[in-house]
Nanobody, 122 residues
């Protein structure tokens, strides 16, 4: 399985970006999610979505500003980010699990994308 993330870039504070992550490889992925990592910090969970049923999980830090959605036929998930702040600057990673987990916020995902840089200027 390979995950290809795209959509990062430079945006002004208060602006919006949409990230995409497309999975290839034929394995059914029960959960797909997004994490981010800023320099000098640990990778942190942002949001995840189940492929069946569409249940979503959000970290409090992005609830109300970020929205995850999916297109199962295209094996793609999207992360719509609004009201961006300078502290949202980080490398954003998509990730996927083959199986459901009791804790989708845990970073023990099976597959990871290459990361896409998001820079928010103040």
């Amino acid at each position: 399985v390979q995950l290809q993330a795209s959509g990062g870039g430079l945006v002004q504070a208060g602006g919006s970006l949409r990230l995409s992550c497309t999975a290839s490889g034929g394995t059914f992925l029960h959960v797909m999610g997004w994490f981010r990592q800023a320099p000098g910090t640990e990778r942190e969970f942002l949001v995840a979505i189940r492929s069946s049923g569409g249940m979503t999980y959000y970290a409090d830090r992005v609830k109300g500003r970020f929205t995850i959605s999916r297109n199962n036929p295209k094996n793609t998930v999207y992360l719509e980010m609004n009201s961006l702040k300078s502290e949202d600057t980080a490398v954003y990673y998509c990730a996927a699990r083959r199986y459901l987990s009791a804790n989708p916020q845990s970073p023990d995902y099976d597959y990871w994308g290459q990361g896409t840089q998001v820079t928010v200027s103040s």
